[in-house]
């Protein structure tokens, strides 16, 4: 996955680029805490795949496009209250939550989950985000009313 992002005005913009396959590519580009537009790029071979990655890369770059250090991102934690060291049902609750994350904020920009840890009574989902207070509306709005609603908190870990 490459990242890359652009102040703009007001707007952060970010355009990400993933490989689907050996042959196909996905550049993704939007402003963040909003969902982007997706461009399919698809190619004869590897080789020619990386070309037009690196050429895109290239072009960012020449434009003002520049990846984030990582102490500009915040470590967000989803907690949930559980009993010891978590049922069968909340083990699975973990990786549909995480799942979920990193679904809702790979699609506004705004971060990705970095998997999660349960037992000692609590349930926690690691989110790396670069908006603390962004991902976190993004995130309660997404999971309210929904099966995933029942947090006890959401945090920034600061001993990450």
Known sequence: MIRAYKEVNDDLLYFHIWETDENKAVFYQGVMGNEGELEHVSANSSDELTDKINHKVDELNKTGWSGIDDDEYD???????????????????????????????????????????IGSGTMEICC?????????????????????????????????
């Open 75 to 117: 470590v967000l934690i989803i907690e949930y209250k559980i009993e010891g060291d978590g049922t069968e049902a909340e083990h699975k609750k973990r990786q549909a939550v995480q799942d979920k994350m990193n679904e809702v904020l790979g699609w506004t920009g705004v971060g990705y989950c970095d998997g999660g840890s």
């Open 128 to 160: 790396i985000v670069f908006d603390y207070q962004l991902a976190y509306d993004i995130i309660n709005e997404d999971l309210n009313e929904t099966e995933f609603a029942d947090f006890s908190r959401i945090y920034v870990d600061s001993e990450a």
